[in-house]
Nanobody, 118 residues
């Protein structure tokens, strides 16, 4: 059973930066394809981006060029550095893991809150 724990959220000014982390325990992160999602109050959950086991990344249009995803399998951690943050990036951010790309995400973290406001 894989446990995922996100950290790094907080309050930041528009134009600022944050780096989210997703630490895994109870399993070997290198086996999993990872995704970052976010959900704002009253809105549906949205895919932010993904990183495959081999390191291939995908980003939604709303964050492309501002966010990047990386993974450090030795540390069992996935990262989401976020730059040029906008108020519309305000949401709770979640990481998730799945073994194959054609499966649903099996494991989810509890999320970390990101608030972009002046």
């Amino acid at each position: 059973q894989v446990q995922l724990v996100e950290s790094g959220g907080g309050l930041v000014l528009p134009g600022g930066s944050l780096r989210l982390s997703c630490a895994a325990s109870g399993g070997t992160l290198s086996w999993y394809h990872m995704g970052w999602f976010r959900q704002a109050p009253g809105k549906a959950r949205e895919l932010v981006g993904t990183i495959s086991r081999s390191g291939t990344t995908y980003y939604s249009d709303s964050v492309k060029g501002r966010f990047t995803i990386s993974r450090d399998n030795a540390k069992n951690t996935v990262y989401l550095p976020m730059n040029s943050l906008k108020p519309e990036d305000t949401a709770r951010y979640y990481c998730a893991a799945r073994l194959t790309t054609n499966a649903d995400y099996t494991y989810w973290g509890q999320g970390t809150q990101v608030t972009v406001s002046s």
